[in-house]
């Protein structure tokens, strides 16, 4: 799973029926994330399904999504292949209520996601709800009466065979996002673990598998853990409030937020898989392109500060003003604040050269002892301007000045702080 801890960085994607009811049904809003629609207003199948008789997505445009992921600094994408709703988004054999058979748009958007990703060079992956189907009688559904279900029936002749075409039918899968395992039992998350392995041994299984079979752990819904974990973890992140797309929905944070999620989250050693909810039509909204263009600014003179770099021992400080991520051989500064010069106390590997990332402009530093004997590296910015070298960096030093430090020996030495 070498290429997953490297690539940090991630696009998700959630996109079904929801996302041309865009939170609204029959004059009703909800306020809640856009996929739960039918849960919350506990529509009926019967009726939901005749949605995809307006589906038609002409807009979808899988190149366009996987360059915008490209240029982000991301390098996997997971979609969903099938959420809650139990609708297949792509073209599935063993149901009938799939995007291909059930509406008027006939395209298997997976396809050609997995053709442009081919093309492109990146991976990827798939969402699957394992154990939610809300379409299926059998199908388990959180808050409701699921004891009477047939939950065997539906694993033999639903979810398994669907993960067995996702598995068999679109090239290499990099991972299966499984998610919100419910009432499954282990022996039952076994199960799908052992065919995604059978079927393609690289592809990863997501920690939402249920009773820790996953490859690596998911964190809770936009939750950054404070401290180091066990396994390896990825926070899977929201724009706005929802993940499926909703028109109600404005809260978007802002470039600068999402570049500082980056860095909190790398510089704890996890990955970032951040979603964008495509509309009715497969139009991926206005917002969410511009923010990932701007992130894209911010990657694109400074991706080798994110991409393919190890999670550091534990800082002993909080540094508040930034954080700190590395390689072998070289630590990186991620400077957020207005600051007169920057100044890391208690880091005892020796300073070899040190420069901005972005530019390689080079900058003045000195290793010592502080007054209370403690290791301490300096380092100015040039003529000690910070915000006339931040204008040089242009959009790479908008949100983050990077600095980096080569230093002697391949990992960083800090030491304890004893007062
Ligand atoms: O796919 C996205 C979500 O739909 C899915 N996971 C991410 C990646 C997810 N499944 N369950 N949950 C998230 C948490 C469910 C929260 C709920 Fe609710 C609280 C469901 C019912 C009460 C929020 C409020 C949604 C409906 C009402």
Not at 4 to 18: N, R, S
Not at 203 to 217: E, K, N, T
Not at 250 to 257: D, I
Not at 342 to 369: D, H, P, T, W
Request: hydrophobic letters at 35%.
């Amino acid at each position: 799973m070498q290429w997953w801890l490297d690539a940090k960085f991630g696009l998700f994607i959630h996109w079904g029926l929801y996302s041309m009811l865009a939170g609204e049904y029959k004059g009703r809003k909800t306020n809640n994330i856009a996929e739960w629609i039918i849960h919350d207003f506990q529509i009926p199948p019967k009726e939901y399904e005749h949605i995809a008789e307006q589906f038609d997505p002409k807009e979808f445009d899988a190149e366009k999504i996987v360059q915008l992921a490209k240029k982000a600094g991301m390098g996997y994408i997971v979609i969903t292949s099938k959420h809650h709703e139990g609708f297949a988004m792509y073209d599935s054999a063993c149901s009938d209520y799939t995007i291909v058979k059930s509406t008027s748009f006939g395209r298997d958007p997976i396809r050609e996601l997995a053709q442009a990703c081919q093309r492109e060079g990146i991976r990827l992956g798939f969402y699957y709800s394992q154990a939610q189907d809300w379409y299926d009688e059998n199908g388990y559904e959180q808050d409701a009466d699921n004891e009477a279900k047939n939950f065997r029936k539906y694993l033999d002749e639903k979810c398994k065979p669907q993960l067995r075409e996702l598995l068999t039918q679109y090239g290499p899968v990099a991972l299966i996002w499984f998610d919100t395992p419910l009432i499954m039992t282990a022996e039952e998350s076994k199960e799908l673990r052992d065919l995604v392995k059978e079927l393609q041994p690289e592809c990863l299984v997501s920690g939402r598998i249920g009773s820790g079979l996953g490859d690596y752990a998911s964190t809770g819904d936009n939750f950054i853990p404070l401290l180091p974990t066990k396994k390896p973890w990825e926070v899977p992140a929201t724009l706005n409030h929802t993940w499926g797309f909703n028109k109600f929905d404005t809260a978007w944070k802002q470039p600068e937020a999402i570049v500082r999620n980056l860095i909190k989250i790398v510089s704890r050693g996890g990955n970032y898989l951040l979603n964008i909810g495509p509309d009715g039509l497969g139009r991926v909204p206005e917002e969410s392109q511009r923010i990932l263009e701007e992130v894209g600014d911010f990657m694109q003179g400074n991706a080798e500060s994110i991409v393919g770099t190890k999670a550091l021992p534990v800082y002993p400080y909080d540094l508040g003003w930034g954080y700190l991520t590395g390689r072998s051989g070289k630590v990186y500064i991620h400077v957020l604040e207005e600051k007169p010069m920057v100044q890391l106390l208690n880091i005892v590997s020796k300073m070899k050269k040190v420069y901005l990332l972005a530019s390689g402009e080079e900058l003045k530093f000195e290793q010592r002892e502080t007054c209370e004997g403690d290791a301490c590296w300096n380092i100015w910015w040039p003529n000690d301007d910070q915000k006339a070298a931040r204008e040089r960096l242009g959009a790479a030093g908008k949100v983050d000045m990077v600095i980096c430090v080569e230093i002697e020996g391949e990992e960083v030495e800090f030491e304890p702080i004893d007062f």
